[in-house]
């Protein structure tokens, strides 16, 4: 029923905002390096106004759709910054996937995850090598459509996926930043993993480890 599948969701932009407040200052450290140090504080206050607009919406009614497009909204407005525009493009990506008055099967999930990795590649324009969160988004989702259409069921799947963003986030390290620094700052994040990357990973985990419940 579509109130409830809101109500889940509202449930997953719960837990994302929790996982930014608890990685919050290990973000802010790795943006620090070669950034501007400000990527924690940019998650939180993301998540955290999606958090709002999200609840919001839920006590207007909204079904599933309405709900992640106006939590992806409220995600770059409340972030400022590249990540929160990526994030919130991605939400509202996800929910363009869903409709408001049906229910969503796993296919949906995948659907709209696929979707939301699309939405960021699309918007930020990175490459991958640039050391983005595409480097690890653009892998999960290819793990995810991989394991999905080879029968796995969702949970599985996303496990499996954001194992597969886990270790790729870990492997930005050995690149030098390309996109939207200087080529010194891009040298100094040699051996620094991508903030951007990482909190794509650790939300992705989270994600994964909730759906398995
Ligand atoms: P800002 O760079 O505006 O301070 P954040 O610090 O919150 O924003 O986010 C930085 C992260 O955003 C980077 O670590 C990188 O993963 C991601 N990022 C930056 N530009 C792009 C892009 N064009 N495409 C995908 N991800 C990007
Ligand atoms: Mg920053
Ligand atoms: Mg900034």
Same mark, same amino acid.
């Given at each position: 029923?579509?109130?409830?599948?809101?109500?889940? =969701?509202?449930?997953?932009?719960? @837990?994302? %905002?929790?996982?930014? !407040? %608890?990685? %919050? +200052?290990?973000?802010?450290?790795?943006?620090?390096?070669?950034? +501007?140090?400000?990527?924690?504080?940019?998650?939180?206050?993301?998540?955290?106004? /999606?958090?709002?607009?999200?609840?919001? /919406? =839920?006590?207007?009614?909204?079904?599933?759709?309405?709900?992640?497009?106006?939590?992806?909204? &409220?995600? $770059?407005?409340? /972030?400022?910054?590249?990540?929160?525009?990526?994030?919130?493009?991605? @939400?509202?990506?996800?929910?363009?996937?869903?409709? *408001? +008055?049906?229910?969503? *099967?796993?296919?949906?999930?995948?659907?709209?995850? @696929?979707?939301?990795? #699309?939405?960021?590649?699309?918007?930020?324009?990175?490459?991958?090598?640039?050391?983005?969160?595409? *480097?690890? $988004? &653009?892998?999960?989702?290819? #793990?995810?459509?991989?394991?999905?259409?080879?029968? !796995? +069921?969702?949970?599985?799947? =996303?496990?499996?996926? /954001?194992?597969?963003?886990?270790?790729?986030?870990?492997?930005?390290?050995?690149?030098? $930043?390309?996109?939207?620094?200087?080529?010194? =700052?891009?040298?100094?994040?040699?051996?620094?993993?991508?903030?951007?990357?990482?909190?794509?990973?650790?939300?992705?985990?989270?994600?994964?480890?909730?759906?398995?419940?």
């Amino acid at each position: 029923e579509s109130r409830s599948l809101a109500a889940s =969701l509202h449930e997953i932009v719960k @837990l994302l %905002e929790s996982v930014c !407040a %608890e990685h %919050e +200052d290990e973000l802010g450290r790795l943006d620090a390096v070669a950034g +501007d140090g400000d990527h924690g504080q940019g998650m939180v206050l993301g998540s955290r106004g /999606a958090v709002e607009a999200g609840r919001e /919406a =839920l006590n207007r009614g909204a079904g599933a759709r309405t709900l992640l497009v106006h939590a992806g909204t &409220a995600w $770059a407005e409340s /972030a400022g910054g590249t990540s929160g525009a990526l994030w919130g493009s991605a @939400l509202t990506a996800a929910g363009r996937a869903l409709s *408001d +008055d049906a229910s969503a *099967d796993a296919a949906a999930g995948v659907e709209a995850l @696929l979707n939301a990795v #699309e939405a960021v590649q699309r918007l930020g324009g990175a490459k991958l090598g640039d050391k983005t969160m595409v *480097d690890a $988004a &653009a892998p999960f989702a290819a #793990e995810l459509q991989a394991r999905f259409e080879g029968g !796995a +069921d969702l949970p599985s799947a =996303l496990t499996s996926a /954001a194992g597969v963003a886990t270790r790729a986030a870990a492997e930005t390290a050995e690149l030098r $930043a390309r996109l939207g620094r200087s080529r010194v =700052l891009g040298d100094k994040s040699l051996g620094t993993p991508d903030p951007g990357a990482t909190s794509f990973a650790l939300l992705m985990e989270a994600l994964a480890e909730h759906l398995k419940k």
